[in-house]
């Protein structure tokens, strides 16, 4: 069953499935690294070939990156104990070479430079390490094993350079460093007493060992994922991280979601953030970030191309922010459809002196990652226009007229109301 989800992984290029398809594998453990042990070294392997990769292969290295950290947390038994092997013979050897394994993809990611960015790989293990830290075993009170995976989330932050990476990351480390019962208290000294010191860390050792540091920009933090960590704090000093985090951005802001805010619910939960947790769970300033974070993923990451896809996210690996988002977002152009006469070529709309070169916004019928806004996503962002984001330097009149444009395109179209269909979506 491994084998053959891993190899519809690499084929499909709809993000939803293969999210589904890597949380399955992920879960494996020592059985599901034992089938794809060989395909995960020929992958790393090639990472050091000179020859220029074909789209696939970027697709499969990023899918591999996204698997490592969760396969090495599943592997390991949930007491760390010495663990003998379970029925099909898959003991402690297969375990450390899960780690040798995660291990060699950070060493990936410690040995990137300007002259090969990879930012994708970087996402892609950021993630794993959150789907990863997100699996919780509620009948253990051992740390060694969350303890392990602090380290290696931490060296990893220490070596990345993209914004997102830092975000995700941080939220990853946070999820690990929860306690096992939801209703302990904070400590009174000592570790776990200070939410905000810890991650106050957190951020300062984002990429603090790499090279080509500073970033271009103004300096400083990006604003992402300052608002991220003070959202890491209140999940921490709370341990509700449901309401301040999230696991994947298109699929919190697909649904409206159901969720418990009784601590008391999260005993016997595998997972500290379910999947049926939407965007009406997170609290209003996590609902902003994640809306902003989503539309400037969608202007980087659109298409199927790779190789432009890895263009356009070194271009928009800056300290700020473009000011589509923060000031003007008018060069969005969100009425464009695909198959339209103007083109919708990124960096063909921007404003003058842009250096992100991104917009305008993907045209509707375009093929995006990230999934699109839904119409009541949209909806609330609009409700909450009043309400700016510290990076948000619009009127408010201007951000909700922008959220009200962008649930209008998220509706259904219908030729009896005389809207056009994007043409990629014509019946046949």
Same mark, same amino acid.
């Given at each position: ?180 019962? #939801? ?100 609290? /209003? ?37 473009? /000011? ?30 842009? #250096?992100?070169?991104?917009? #305008? ?68």
């Amino acid at each position: 069953m491994f084998w053959w989800l891993y190899d519809s992984m690499r084929r499909e290029r709809d993000h939803a499935i293969t999210q589904t398809a890597a949380q399955l594998i992920g879960t494996g453990g020592g059985e599901a690294f034992a089938v794809l042990d060989k395909e995960f070294a020929h992958v790393l392997d090639g990472i050091g070939a000179l020859a220029e990769p074909d789209e696939q292969s970027r697709r499969e290295r990023a899918m591999c990156a996204w698997l490592a950290p969760m396969l090495y947390r599943s592997s390991r038994p949930s007491d760390d104990s010495t663990y003998d092997g379970d029925e099909d013979g898959h003991g402690d050897e297969t375990i450390n070479r899960a780690e040798a394994n995660l291990d060699r993809w950070i060493q990936v990611i410690e040995n990137l430079d300007d002259g090969r960015p990879l930012i994708s790989l970087e996402i892609a293990l950021a993630q794993g390490f959150k789907y990863a830290a997100n699996q919780r075993d509620p009948y253990s009170a051992a740390r060694y094993g969350r303890d392990r995976l602090i380290e290696k989330t931490e060296w990893t932050l220490k070596h990345s350079r993209y914004w997102f990476t830092h975000l995700t990351l941080i939220q990853a480390l946070t999820l690990c460093s929860l306690p096992n019962d #939801p209703e302990e208290p904070l400590e009174y000294r000592g570790r776990g007493s200070d939410p905000q010191e810890l991650v106050r860390y957190w951020v300062e050792i984002a990429a603090s060992h790499r090279a080509d540091q500073p970033r271009q920009g103004p300096g400083g933090v990006h604003p992402f994922v300052k608002e991220a960590a003070d959202l890491c704090v209140l999940a921490l000093s709370t341990r509700r991280p449901a309401e301040y985090c999230w696991i994947d951005e298109s699929g919190v802001a697909a649904q409206v979601g159901s969720y418990s805010r009784s601590r008391a619910s999260q005993y016997g939960q595998d997972r500290w953030i379910m999947e049926s947790v939407g965007w009406s769970t997170l609290h /209003p300033r996590a609902q902003r970030l994640v809306a902003d974070v989503l539309l400037l993923l969608n202007l980087a990451e659109r298409g199927n191309q790779q190789s432009q896809i890895e263009e356009r996210l070194a271009r928009s690996d800056r300290s700020d922010l473009p /000011p589509c988002i923060t000031t003007d977002r008018e060069p969005l152009d969100l009425d464009r459809t695909i198959g339209a006469a103007e083109t919708a070529h990124p960096g063909s709309n921007c404003l003058d002196g842009c #250096p992100f070169r991104l917009c #305008p916004y993907p045209p509707q019928g375009d093929i995006l990652r990230h999934a699109e806004f839904n119409e009541s996503f949209c909806t609330q962002q609009a409700t909450l226009a009043g309400r700016p984001a510290p990076w948000q330097e619009l009127h408010h009149r201007e951000l909700r007229v922008f959220w009200n444009r962008m649930a209008h395109r998220a509706r259904p179209k219908s030729p009896d109301r005389g809207d056009a269909w994007p043409a990629s979506r014509l019946p046949r």
